[in-house]
């Protein structure tokens, strides 16, 4: 079983920047992987994704014009470049397939952005 494993989160101050990685430790055989996040007491929410390619991309509406969504293939490793950060970017991040499979959520990473 194909696991992945999110890292790079961390608390940062309102507007700044933070880099995730997630590292799949196989290949994972799907079209398209995802950035979703929790924030404490509401329900996990999509992010960003990309196929693996990197040729088409997609965002929320909250963090479109801040974050960047990117994968390296030769690493099985799909990225998220934050900028810009908000208070209420502060959650859990995890990634998986997108649509999610439930068989591929992981521990997620923090990120806590303060005001």
């Known amino acids: 079983q194909v696991q992945l494993v999110e890292s790079g989160g961390g608390l940062v101050q309102a507007g700044g920047s933070l880099r995730l990685s997630c590292a799949a430790s196989g290949r994972i055989f799907s079209s398209y992987m995802g950035w979703f996040r929790q924030a404490p007491g509401k329900e996990r929410e999509f992010v960003a994704g990309i196929n693996w390619s990197g040729t088409s991309t997609y965002y929320a509406n909250s963090v479109k014009g801040r974050f960047t969504i990117s994968t390296d293939n030769a690493k099985n490793t799909v990225y998220l470049q934050m900028n810009s950060l908000k208070p209420e970017d502060t959650a859990v991040y995890y990634c998986?397939?997108?649509?999610?499979?439930?068989?591929?959520w992981g521990q997620g990473t923090q990120v806590t952005v303060s005001s």
């Open positions: 998986n397939k997108n649509p999610p499979d439930i068989a591929y």
